[in-house]
């Protein structure tokens, strides 16, 4: 929220903490949420941020290799350049700069009909599992194409629960332990695909389920 941004943007600030923010997934937030740029909570919060944004999740374009930095901080905006300068990582094509560009331009109503279409693919696996795997629930996002799947309740051990969705459901997901210790019992689906491919997908998973 913006209260706990701004708490965390106090105690960064008082204690010379620099907050380096990724926001990558911002323009995919889902119908009903809002996004809250750190930089944007406070004055403190935007003198002491690197936000760091890409078109390559919003648009799927991934293979141009194009990523910017909004640096408010003159001093920091100097910094920072200046370290990529010397590394030559802050030398883009031409094809990545016109189309980053572009997408930002032209691609709102395309882009918020994908965000619609995920929203709709969300609500779909979220139904499915109630009604066919209710030992599986979605944990349902606010923002992005992602959907971590609790699995706690199949009773199965990390390894197992790969080896359930590896090999016997045929799905390579993210097992949740990918991201640490805490994501025990849970696999990460991306539902940014055609519905098709989702249905496939979970009557897979429902047959492994049940075998």
């Not at 903490?17 to 937030?29: G, M, N």
């Not at 882009?111 to 944990?139: M, S, W």
């Amino acid at each position: 929220s913006n209260e706990e941004l701004s708490e965390l943007a106090e105690v960064c600030y008082d204690n010379d903490i620099l907050v380096v923010s990724d926001e990558i997934h911002a323009d995919l937030v889902l119908p009903g949420n809002e996004h809250v740029p750190f930089a944007t909570v406070s004055e403190k919060a935007a003198q002491n941020n690197i936000t760091l944004m890409a078109p390559s999740k919003t648009f799927n374009i991934a293979g141009i290799v194009s990523s910017f930095a909004v640096v408010e901080n003159r001093e920091i905006r100097e910094r920072y350049f200046d370290y990529l300068n010397a590394r030559e990582l802050n030398q883009g094509t031409i094809f990545a700069y016109l189309a980053t560009q572009y997408a930002y331009e032209a691609g709102e109503e395309w882009l918020n009909q994908v965000n619609e279409y995920v929203q709709k693919n969300i609500d779909f696996v979220d139904a499915f599992l109630q009604k066919h795997i209710p030992q599986i629930k979605a944990v349902i996002p606010e923002a992005s194409f992602l959907i971590w799947l609790d699995c706690r309740d199949l009773k199965l051990s990390q390894p197992e629960l790969k080896r359930l969705f590896i090999h016997k459901a045929k799905l390579g997901l993210n097992s949740g332990t990918m991201f640490g210790k805490e994501g025990e019992g849970f696999m990460r689906l991306n539902v940014g695909c055609p519905r098709i491919t989702l249905e496939k997908a979970l009557d897979n998973l429902k047959k492994a389920v049940a075998l």
